[in-house]
């Protein structure tokens, strides 16, 4: 059994801005579309399991109009006849039958507990529950889908039904977050935005009327060419205006400006009315909207506000003065007849970079690190390849998200090891003696390499100095920092060091995986101690963390009481998140090293995380997965044989 939940999706910035952006495909005059869309924190909550058939079934929805119960045999043709029928799960459906055309899949039965979504406000619950399902055949059957193959299935999905959706409805996939998307012609990109300060929206519902599919009918009336003025007009405001508001938002956001982006709001509907409006009167007058944005009471307590969606008397949107006005405002929109909903935009710190060292000899391995090194060394691996130590470590930050990775090196040498690998293609006749999916795979680490940076330690000063070789790199940004001589596999269908950022992106500091290990070993590894925050035991406090403690001392000092009262140790999993803080304080040891003369002194990265820990708080995260040391030849035997091991074994 598997929990989900997604949300509804906002759009903040760009409306109608996804379709016309399509239209590049026609006209290459056109701009292509920009919006601002986020998760809200209202959504869809299930609980999915494989089954012989396709179900959903719900209590929580029994409550809406026309909701029953669904099974369905997986079947392509039946499914497809339930995503023609017009009833709510017949997005459900269409999703189902793309998954089975395509990916072959067995059944799924899911479980809908809670529905906080309004639905039919602009905030997209029909796109919610067609990621929905695509999330739960992705996870249930292992398909190794991003979030971006989960929205492009539900997109699809949804198209299979009499929906005609935009590419900006299915940004719900990306969770409670802003983002950027891009639309040009096919293609979509999605970024995740900075945010500095925190945005306290409010959204309600108008409880007027639109006919959102004659709204859609008419602009598309003035695509791909625009036949006069006003068509031309309705180019500009999605295009070229459009594209300055987005620059300006995500200039405010990231700035922390919050009166101007909440200014940029009204502007953005002034131009909306006098550009858009008029190509359906009838639909975009919308009085009700009109007199809810000059409400003067409403304008004391937000910064700015717009419509959502296609816009007309469904939905309206405002930013807060502050979290005492989000409230206040629910509060009167509520008095007005109006269900309104508040959305709270945190600050991001996406994780986008990644650094491994691998500038060490392999002294432990010798004599064999003498024609190898540690990090090319081969294992096998669960899907039956037998993969060099580096290219594990690249593929779980792949996977992960991470867009950028500085490799550590010992000598600009080395680096022709790695260019021979992940830039040079196999020769032909080599390619040749290769199956299909062996070829197809070639391109695949091709791809890896173009993720590739590099570094140089010239002098060996101890693992903190060569971590700091990559401040550059890193930019001030958070970074993910991967032991180079530690694997890792995760139990779940989410990577280990996609665990870690997404539990940086919650706690927003310096944050290092965790894992127990027996009294006796914690002579080999840093040990962090401190008090469990979460009632599963995931999320720990540190209150210290020591580098390689003897046995006794760790009993003594660094145990960490579980539930059962039992004392654990928590050494290092092999991942961290450095904040910049981290290289601020390398530099500083490494000058004060120069300094005193010492420059023989090794750097340690521990003492380092120690000192900002002290200052700024130290989180130790438990991921959900087995790690794998590669340091020693028992070490490395043991990983040869346990690394390919199914976990259920």
């Not at 799960?89 to 089975?100: K, T």
């Not at 029909?126 to 492009?152: D, H």
């Not at 993969?387 to 593929?395: D, G, Q, T």
């Not at 990559?470 to 665990?499: H, I, M, W, Y």
Request: glycine share 8%.
């Amino acid at each position: 059994m598997i929990k989900l939940f997604v949300p509804g999706r906002l759009c903040l910035f760009g409306e109608h801005t996804d379709w016309a952006g399509h239209y590049r495909t026609m006209n290459a005059d056109i701009l292509p579309g920009a919006a601002i869309v986020t998760g809200i924190e209202q959504g869809i909550y299930a609980e999915v399991e494989k089954s012989s058939m396709f179900e959903v079934k719900s209590p929580a929805l029994r409550t809406y109009g026309g909701w029953r119960d669904f099974s369905c045999k997986m079947n392509e043709q039946a499914l497809k006849r339930v995503a023609r029928s017009g009833d709510f799960f017949c997005y459900c459906a269409g999703v189902a039958s793309y998954m089975l055309e395509w990916y072959k899949v067995g059944g799924v039965r899911i479980k809908i507990t809670d529905m906080t979504l309004p639905m039919k406000s602009g905030l997209s619950s029909s796109a919610a529950i067609c990621v929905l399902v695509a999330r739960a055949f992705n996870l249930i059957y292992n398909l190794n889908l991003n979030t971006m193959g989960e929205m492009n299935i539900a997109y699809v999905g949804e198209l299979r039904t009499s929906s005609r959706c935009g590419r900006l409805d299915q940004a719900c996939a990306f969770g409670v977050k802003p983002n950027l998307m891009t639309f040009d012609g096919d293609e979509v990109e999605v970024q995740t935005l900075n945010v500095k300060k925190q945005l306290h929206w409010v959204f309600a519902d108008l409880c007027g009327t639109k006919n959102t599919i004659k709204i859609l009918a008419d602009l598309n009336k003035a695509y791909p060419f625009a036949s006069n003025e006003m068509e031309q007009r309705l180019h500009d405001a999605l295009g070229k205006q459009n594209q300055d508001f987005i620059n300006r938002a995500v200039k405010f956001m990231a700035e922390g400006e919050v009166e101007r982006l909440g200014r940029l709001m009204t502007e953005t509907e002034e131009v909306f009315d006098k550009q858009v409006a008029p190509l359906c009167p009838s639909e975009l007058r919308a009085p009700k909207l009109k007199a809810v944005l000059a409400n003067e009471h409403i304008k004391s307590l937000t910064w700015g506000g717009k419509g959502v969606g296609s816009h007309g008397d469904g939905s309206v949107q405002f930013l807060a003065r502050d979290a005492n006005s989000q409230q206040q405002l629910v509060d009167y929109l509520i008095g007005l007849g109006m269900p309104a909903y508040k959305l709270t935009i945190y600050p991001v710190h996406n994780v986008r970079k990644a650094i491994i060292p691998v500038a060490g000899f392999g002294t432990r391995l010798y004599p064999a690190t003498r024609c190898m090194k540690k990090d090319f060394f081969p294992i096998p691996c669960p899907d039956g390849m037998v993969r060099p130590v580096i290219l594990i470590l690249l593929e779980e930050l792949v996977q992960s998200g991470i867009e950028e990775i500085c490799l550590v090196l010992g000598s600009e040498e080395e680096r022709k090891l790695y260019a021979d690998f992940f830039e040079h293609p196999l020769r032909q006749e080599h390619l040749n003696k290769l199956n299909a999916e062996c070829q197809e795979y070639e391109n695949h680490i091709i791809d890896i390499g173009k993720r590739l940076r590099y570094v140089y330690q010239k002098e060996k000063r101890g693992f903190g100095h060569a971590v700091y070789q990559a401040v550059d790199f890193a930019s001030n940004e958070p970074v993910l920092l991967s032991l180079g001589d530690t694997l890792c596999r995760s139990k779940s269908n989410k990577p280990c060091s996609l665990q870690l950022i997404e539990a940086y992106e919650r706690y927003n500091k310096l944050i290092v995986g965790l894992y127990p290990v027996p009294l006796s070993t914690v002579s080999h590894f840093g040990i962090m101690s401190g008090v469990w925050e979460d009632k599963d035991e995931r999320v720990l406090h540190v209150n210290t963390i020591v580098e390689k403690p003897k046995a006794s001392y760790a009993e003594e000092f660094l145990g960490v009481k579980n539930k059962q009262g039992e004392r654990e140790y928590c050494s290092v999993f092999g991942q961290y998140i450095l904040t910049p803080e981290v290289f601020h304080q390398l530099e500083a040891d490494i000058e004060a090293s120069n300094a005193s003369g010492d420059q023989a002194k090794e750097i340690e990265l521990t003492s380092a995380l120690e000192t900002v820990r002290k200052q700024y708080g130290m989180i130790g995260f438990r991921q959900n997965g087995e790690r794998y040391d590669m340091g020693n030849p028992a070490a490395l035997a043991n990983t040869i044989i346990e690394f390919p091991k199914p976990f259920n074994q």
